[in-house]
């Protein structure tokens, strides 16, 4: 893997991290997830 794919990869990440961490547990609840789990719905995503 590249250095430019390894970084976007890293940026995708972070991106949905945030993005997660930053809702309610209701509107994570909505989507059938927790806060327990956004690391790991965050790694999913990078491997899309």
């Given at each position: 893997?590249?250095?430019?794919?390894s970084f976007?990869?890293?940026?995708?990440?972070?991106?949905?991290?945030?993005?997660?961490?930053?809702?309610?547990?209701?509107?994570?609840?909505?989507?059938?997830?927790?806060?327990?789990d956004?690391?790991?719905?965050?790694?999913?995503?990078?491997?899309?």
């Open positions: 893997m590249n250095v430019a794919r976007n990869n890293w940026r995708k990440y972070r991106q949905t991290v945030t993005e997660l961490g930053r809702m309610s547990s209701r509107e994570l609840q909505d989507l059938g997830i927790n806060h327990a956004i690391r790991s719905v965050a790694r999913a995503a990078v491997g899309r």
